[in-house]
């Protein structure tokens, strides 16, 4: 008895080709609708679904293939003797191929006034069924969801038959693949519901590149991305230049991304290990990289820039006097290009920088996922209280917004002194914000004098506003809500300094 495939795809690229070489094999083609069509108009023989299942195609091609002349020719076990028995009982002729990939459900939900209904119509029933009937039998059955496999199938059939290797490692691929299309299905339907937090969350990725290594070179890693991310995110983004990315680039390069997204004006922002070391603004992106440059001239040497501006000439000139891992930017003109690519392995990537809304933020612990909404919260002028006899100055105020747009993005616990438009000082990531406060300060040096001080969270004691005043800090913005938050208030009031609390805090671990 003749080997049977059964072919319906809807990415019918390659399939012709395919479809003659198992004829050429002695393959009989089984095949439905447009895949039936097809084939048949290059010249491949080929039988109607309906002549195997002796059933029409019913319901506008909702129903064609459930039927179990076709489930029971799948999922029959070959070496079971009773199997076979029951399938010639039924008159039932084994089916030894399946090539299926599915409706474009995914393809369908990104366009642009994609209806629900248009959505619902988009999910294939038939195609997924057959997969996991012919995967769940791959000893005896051969299933092909992926057209780059084609040319594998073929040339094991060319030297005998199929090994149970390639038969395995395909149904690993088809089931990895139904469980991908049914969790953005689940994803699209829970988001038509507006339910956040489901009893159950099923997240899909789709690999990007495997990457040389993890954060140190004895971890293994890849890079993954959201079926649906935003044109805003490394994903999206493209390379012009320069060697692949590591692990921690990506890291470093999506932390400079996060924070130039918060500005409008034209915005610098230097990262080293996930901290910002240098963020600034200006009048051009010129002025906002030097900013961002003065702020730490030590730290930003092989660190990462993202800019919220095109990259033009003179701000190349300026970037290329000292070693930098990545440039990040929405543009780079044609003379910076010629300028920054004199460097072999610096990094250019484009990628847009305009802010976007809100999407989860998974953290991975032992045994488990924490899942959250990113934080995007956008400082309004209502919440916004001065608590101090001394009220800011323009300038003050200025600054204090600025820093406060950076140190949302600072490890806590985190202290931020910033003048005159850019960062002076970034004290991340200790155990106690007076530890925070010294690392900022001693960074800052003589410019802390007349700058201004932003912390993440509140102060439980009066201790910072000491430090900060010692430095010669005039201003502080901080969340509040301390029981002794009098305490700093008082203090502020002594050394006529000025505090504003947002009301806010910004926790970042």
Known sequence: MSKRALVSVSDKSGIVDFAKQLVDQGVEIISTGGTKKALEEAGVTVTGISDVTGFPEILDGRVKTLHPNVHAGLLAKRSEKSHIDQLEEQSIQPIDFVIVNLYPFKETISKEGVTFDQAIENIDIGGPTMLRSAAKNHEDVTVVVDPQDYERVIEE?????????????????????????????????????????????????????????????????????????????????????????????????????????????????????????????????????????????????????????????????????????????????????????????????????????????????????????????????????????????????????????????????????????????????????????????????EKAQHSVMASDAFFPMDDTVEAAHQAGVTAIIQPGGSKRDQDSIDKCNEYGMAMVFTGVRHFKH
């Open 157 to 445: 059939l060319r030297s005998g038959d199929v090994t149970l290797e390639l038969k395995r490692n395909l149904a690993a691929k088809v089931f990895r693949h139904t469980a991908h299309y049914d969790a953005l299905i689940a994803g699209y339907l829970t988001k038509q519901t507006g339910e956040s937090f489901p009893e159950t969350k099923t997240i899909t990725y789709e690999k990007q590149q495997t990457l040389r290594y993890g954060e140190n070179p004895h971890q293994q890693a890849a890079f993954y991305a959201e079926p649906f991310a935003a044109a805003s995110s490394l994903v999206k983004a493209k390379q012009l230049h320069g060697k692949e990315l590591s692990y921690n680039n990506i890291q470093d390069a999506d932390s400079a991304l996060q924070i130039v997204k918060e500005f409008n004006e034209p915005a610098a922002v230097a990262v080293k290990h996930m901290n910002p070391c240098g963020v600034g603004i200006g009048e051009s992106i010129l002025e906002a990289y030097e900013h961002a440059f003065e702020a730490d001239p030590i730290s930003i040497f092989g660190g990462i820039v993202a800019l919220n501006r095109p990259v033009d000439a003179s701000v190349a000139e300026k970037m290329s006097e000292i070693f930098l891992e990545i440039i990040l930017a929405p543009e780079f003109t044609e003379e910076a290009l010629a300028i920054l690519t004199k460097k072999k392995n610096i990094r250019l990537i484009e990628v847009s920088t305009d802010s976007n809304k809100p999407n989860e933020q998974l953290k991975s612990v032992t045994g488990g996922v924490l899942i959250q909404e990113e934080d995007h919260h956008q400082l309004s002028e209502p919440e916004l209280k001065v608590v101090t006899e001394q009220q800011p100055t323009e300038a003050e105020w200025k600054d204090l917004k600025f820093a406060w747009k950076v140190i949302k993005h600072v490890k806590s616990n985190a202290i931020l002194l910033a003048k005159d438009s850019h960062t002076i000082g970034v004290g991340a990531g200790q155990m106690n914000r007076v530890g925070a406060a010294k690392i900022a300060i001693e960074q800052a040096g």
